[in-house]
């Protein structure tokens, strides 16, 4: 059959993946699909792991700004996703979008990011409470620090006027406290459907942001922001 995937998995990958970056890596493994890589800044690391209907080997990369738009041109059933002549074509049978195949690069591997949090703070926190409240400190602060403790997320952030502070529920299993970008936690998070996400951080180390389900999992690495001396 070749390399098949359902709509509504690749409408939930596609918009993660395309949330930071402008090249998206799409690769296959014996068994799964990845969409992802490492955007710009080197700020963010974004991986989406499918587990496909069907599986052939594929390894190639696409521009986000077209990526994007996929799920929208071929918009249910099951997508067959192939490459020749330098295109990525997607179609269902009924419904065929192609766009331009661009030059592979290796994946970042986030082995030594996952060495360096394995032992730290895990936070299970309700999606739309984490939301709200970051878009609240995201009117006065451009970064937001996240403490955690006491089975509770601390997000705050401040100015020069300002500070602003919430408080919401999580199952938290180690106290942590870092900072963020805001604009990186907004992009990615607003593309989870989930109801809940999982943080791992430590102080002043990476967090990572994780949304699974069973043949899906979306993963984010944040760098911390680090005050100017």
């Not at 997607?90 to 994946?107: C, K, V, W, Y």
């Not at 709200?132 to 952030?157: F, R, T």
């Amino acid at each position: 059959m070749g390399l098949v995937v359902e709509h509504e998995v690749l409408k939930k990958a596609i918009p993660f993946v395309c949330s930071t970056l402008e090249v998206v890596q799409i690769k296959t493994t014996e068994d799964r699909l990845i969409l992802g890589g490492l955007d710009p800044t080197h700020v963010t690391l974004v991986k989406a792991t499918i587990i496909p209907i069907d599986i052939e080997p594929l390894n190639t990369a696409a521009d986000s700004r077209y990526l994007s738009m996929i799920t929208e041109l071929v918009t249910h059933g099951d997508i067959k996703i192939t490459n020749s002549n330098e295109r990525i074509t997607f179609s269902n049978g009924e419904e065929t979008a192609s766009i331009p195949a661009l030059e592979p690069r290796d994946q970042p591997n986030e082995k030594q990011i996952e060495e360096i949090i394995s032992n730290e703070c895990r936070a299970k926190v309700n999606l739309k409470s984490l939301i709200n409240a970051i878009n609240k400190i995201g009117k006065v602060s451009e970064e937001v620090k996240i403490e955690a403790k006491d089975n509770k997320l601390i997000i705050s952030g401040t100015n020069d006027k300002i500070k602003a502070e919430n408080t919401i529920k999580a199952e938290v299993e180690k106290e942590a406290t870092a900072k963020y970008g805001i604009k990186y936690l907004q992009k990615i998070l607003k593309t989870i459907k989930d109801k809940e996400v999982t943080l791992q951080f430590g102080n002043n180390l990476p967090i990572k942001i994780t949304s699974e389900t069973d043949i899906l999992q979306l993963t984010a690495y944040i760098a911390p922001y680090i005050d100017e001396i």
